[in-house]
């Protein structure tokens, strides 16, 4: 099946610096969508980016389907963009319907 | 739209019970999923449902899962002679076809 990987693992940043998170994907991909998991479990929607760019605020993600990554920039960050964030893709072979998700990249954001 | 709605939230039971979990997706979504995650990993893709169809489920984890979707509304996910192993935050997603998939809160299952 299809492959995912996320950079870093674990990413600390004092507040207001800048960042970039990083998703390699192995294979031709339908969707790609970044989720923002809280600490209470809950998965945030923050793009649904199957190719390429978007924004929202102080985010905003960049997917390159045919060189098999995406980026997720997240600029000026604050306390609450803490947690885990999860880039997940649908393969575009024939009965790929679920997400497969990498393992996340932790961020940490100190004031 | 009131997203996807799971139920309960929290779960804890004994060794060798059968749980059962409630997901209600949004309205107009025609797919279901399950998924679970165990600490510091990414979901994991169990089942899927288009409307009433169960599409797939050769990644249940073994025959002690099971998934039903009657109607094409809300689904249950069974798990029956639970073991310790079963512990983890079990996902449900809904979406329209083949388009964003959204997640509810969750059930967290612990097996003492």
């Known amino acids: 099946g299809i492959q995912v990987e996320q950079s870093p693992p674990d990413l600390i940043l004092q507040e207001g610096a800048n960042s970039t998170l990083r998703c390699n994907f192995s294979?031709?991909?339908?969707?790609l969508q970044w989720f923002h998991q809280n600490p209470w479990g809950q998965l945030i929607n923050l793009f649904y980016i199957p190719s390429g760019t978007k924004q929202n605020g102080r985010l905003s993600a960049t997917t390159v389907a045919t060189e098999r990554y995406s980026l997720l920039y997240i600029s000026s960050s604050q306390t609450t963009d803490s947690g885990v964030y999860f880039c997940a893709v649908e393969g575009a072979g024939a009965g790929s319907y679920q997400l497969t998700f990498g393992k996340g990249t932790k961020l940490s954001v100190i004031p | 739209d009131t997203g996807v709605s799971q139920d309960p939230r929290h779960k804890i039971t004994k060794r060798g019970q059968n749980v059962t979990f409630r997901c209600d997706p949004i309205s107009e979504h025609n797919r279901l999923y399950w998924y679970r995650q165990t600490l510091g990993q990414g979901p994991e893709f169990l089942t899927y449902f288009q409307n009433e169809a169960q599409l797939e489920k050769s990644r249940l984890l073994s025959d002690r899962f099971s998934a039903e979707r009657p109607k094409g509304s809300f689904s249950t996910l069974e798990i029956q002679r639970t073991e310790q192993g079963d512990s983890a935050m079990y996902l449900c997603?809904?979406?329209?076809?083949?388009?964003?998939?959204?997640f509810g809160p969750g059930t967290r299952l612990t097996v003492t």
């Open positions: 997603a809904s979406s329209f076809s083949s388009y964003e998939q959204y």
């Open positions: 294979d031709s991909v339908n969707n």
